[in-house]
């Protein structure tokens, strides 16, 4: 079961405009922009509350934070075999050349470099594709040779500039082998068949309890022979995790509560024995604290990098309970089994008793791993279905990081551009951020949580398409149910017209503005544009009859228009009936049928008219962000408070990571 990974674009997913906090807290002057630069802008985000926390929590959170940050390298090599080296060449550039530096190709260098730490490696973070760099190989050549790394020029260069060495991170584009044909580093020689086969031998279709196989280790093939090298200590990335333990030890010995430090020493454990059972210990014990302020993921958890939808990259989140704005979640975590006993799919697939359902609205503190610079603005963990069915979830939704994006964006034109009428976008900056928090809510709290698979059925039956569909599961869930009489009921929404803003944003999304992240003759690869493309088509399509959605041209340029919004809710109910008959009986044919009608192809016509719009409008589509710097006061070698700063620059804060979390070679 996935949790929401949706990344922050420019205007992509409706927060262009200003938070509904804006008109309620008055905000002092402060800089969230901290850099912008290719297709990105980095933001700072503030942790609003901080002071009112007591300082066993500050300490506490500071450690855990520490840990956040020393898995950072894990992340680097899983994401590309060769990416710590190249980090590591481009932070020496940086700290030793003494150069001129105000040439073009210096100028494209920098560019170049701020992309590949933004994305952990030289493949774009969200297109999976590599990009080169501007400047010519002449020029790297003499940067390499002047900062004393003349020896690298050999092996980088090709790595860096020819576009056939390892052109994708994540092979999803039907040509060649899944797994030897991308740049992720889960697995070493061994091909899809080859791995389809030997976790075949591991996978007991009647155990009602699987463990996730394969999700905290390396597949390599040597000599013929097909093994796993297991992250754990005196295992593969051993140093790093031996790091991580010792700032978990410290925050277990200033925990708020037994209960947080029981399941960190479950979680230590199993990072130093690897064993996948402690893993699922740790999430029982994890699920089950819902009342402590203080919370955090740290861990080989998502599998979205992996092509096979097996293996798990490194990721962390510190973050604390915003306690007025946890009331929004408590009302839909409170109504789960209504929600359950009242969606539009087969009730075979529907759990009869849903259990532990938790939520809250949080504010980020630390961000880490595959969660940095980019970041989920919610979650919705663990991930194994039979402990989501039997213990139950926890659901957030990060505020303080949406927040952060609105105040970034206030002044951006993109909503006037694709929204058809100035009605449709005065009823978007009235009512889009708050729909969008409540679409984010259901989702995770609600849409991941929700339905069950059939006895039998395993959780990588959907195999390259289990992330896709899941994430339009969610999708659908939410949507359906934003446009119900429970929200007003509820006091989720203020008014109707908050669940058309959001139907109008989703249309405009899947059909159209996310066409800004994507290359011109290439076609929708990230699972979660799949998703949301999926639906939008698919909505589209089969509202044709009726006229639920129009397809219209005013001035030349096109826009999609939601004519029926009672109808077009029937059509996401049909459509999450049959994505939850999929998943539930792990209908893979269908998936793939699914996915590959709606939600890979692209308009060629609309996409160029959309990117040239958009260029027009001299925008970021992606956007990611700096971590505040927690400092500790230190008095009698004992640690009395801990500082914030929120000025580190984006550069300044990627090389002295580098200098001081750097664990592997």
Not at 143 to 155: D, H, K, N, W
């Amino acid at each position: 079961m996935k949790y929401l990974k949706i990344m922050l674009f420019a205007g992509a997913l409706g927060l262009m405009f200003s938070s509904c906090k804006e008109s309620a807290v008055k905000e002092e002057p402060f800089k969230y922009l901290a850099d912008e630069f290719a297709d990105i802008k980095v933001i700072r985000y503030r942790i609003p509350g901080w002071d009112s926390l007591s300082f066993q929590q500050k300490e506490y959170i500071y450690h855990l934070s520490e840990a956040a940050k020393s898995g950072r390298d894990i992340f680097w090599d899983q994401n590309f075999r060769h990416g710590l080296r190249v980090r590591k060449v481009l932070e020496n550039i940086f700290e030793n050349y003494k150069g001129e530096q105000e040439s073009e190709d210096w100028k494209n260098f920098v560019i170049y470099a701020k992309r590949v730490f933004f994305s952990n490696g030289i493949h774009h973070h969200y297109a999976e594709e590599k990009f080169i760099p501007a400047c010519s190989q002449e020029y790297f050549s003499k940067l390499l040779t002047e900062s004393g790394q003349e020896g690298e020029s050999a092996e980088i260069l090709p790595l860096l500039y020819d576009p056939a060495v390892y052109p994708h991170r994540k092979n999803i584009t039907g040509e060649g082998d899944l797994l030897l044909g991308s740049a992720v580093n889960f697995y070493d020689g061994v091909s899809k068949a080859e791995a389809e086969a030997f976790y075949a031998k591991m996978i007991d279709a009647k155990d009602t309890t699987p463990v996730s196989y394969g999700l905290n280790s390396k597949l390599v093939k040597r000599d013929g022979k097909i093994f796993e090298e297991v992250y754990k200590v005196g295992g593969l990335y051993g140093p790093a995790i031996e790091k991580i333990i010792s700032h978990l030890e410290a925050a277990s010995a200033v925990a708020e509560n037994d209960t947080q430090r029981g399941y960190i020493a479950k979680l230590i454990e199993y990072y130093k024995s690897g064993d996948l059972n402690m893993w699922d210990e740790y999430n029982i014990a994890w699920v089950k604290d819902t009342e402590s302020q203080v919370d955090f993921i740290n861990g080989f958890i998502e599998d979205y990098n992996d092509p096979m939808g097996m293996k798990a990259s490194w990721e962390s989140v510190v973050n604390y309970k915003d306690l007025a704005a946890t009331k929004r979640a408590d009302a839909i975590s409170g109504s789960a089994q209504w929600f359950e006993d009242n969606s539009p799919v087969d009730p075979r697939f529907k759990k009869k008793e849903v259990k532990g359902v938790s939520a809250k609205v949080i504010t980020a503190a630390m961000l880490g791993g595959d969660c940095y610079p980019s970041t989920p603005i919610g979650i919705n963990l663990p991930n194994a279905n039979w402990i989501r069915k039997n213990h139950g979830s926890k659901s957030v939704t990060i505020e303080n990081i949406t927040y952060a994006y609105d105040q970034s964006s206030l002044k951006s034109p993109f909503g006037q551009e694709f929204t058809f009428s100035a009605e449709l976008l005065e009823r978007a900056k009235t009512y889009g951020p708050h729909a969008g928090n409540i679409h984010t809510d259901l989702h995770e709290v609600l849409g991941h949580g929700s339905g069950q698979l059939l006895p039998g059925v395993a959780d990588e039956a959907l195999k390259n398409y289990s992330s896709p569909i899941e994430e339009s599961r969610a999708d659908l869930f939410a949507l359906y149910y934003i446009m119900d009489d429970k929200m007003l009921e509820l006091g989720l929404l203020p008014h109707a017209d908050a669940a058309k803003a959001e139907y109008d944003l989703q249309i405009r999304n899947g059909l159209m503005t996310q066409l800004t992240r994507i290359q011109p003759g290439k076609t929708v690869e990230q699972a979660h544009m799949r998703g949301r493309a999926m639906v939008s088509h698919w909505v589209y399509e089969k509202g044709k009859p009726e006229n639920v959605i129009s397809r219209v041209t005013k001035d030349g340029k096109t826009y999609f228009v939601v004519n029926d919004y009672p109808k077009l809710r029937r059509l996401y109910g049909q459509l999450l009936a049959e994505v939850q008959r999929i998943t539930s009986e792990g209908d893979y044919e269908a998936a793939k049928a699914l996915i590959e009608t709606y939600g890979v192809q692209v308009d060629q016509e609309l996409h160029k008219e959309v990117l040239e719009r958009y260029a027009k409008l001299n925008l970021a589509p992606y956007a990611g962000f700096v971590n505040p710097v927690l400092t500790p006061v230190v008095a009698d070698g004992r640690i009395v408070d801990v500082k914030i700063d929120l000025t580190e620059g984006y550069v300044e804060q990627m090389l002295r990571y580098g200098r001081d979390y750097a664990f592997l070679k």
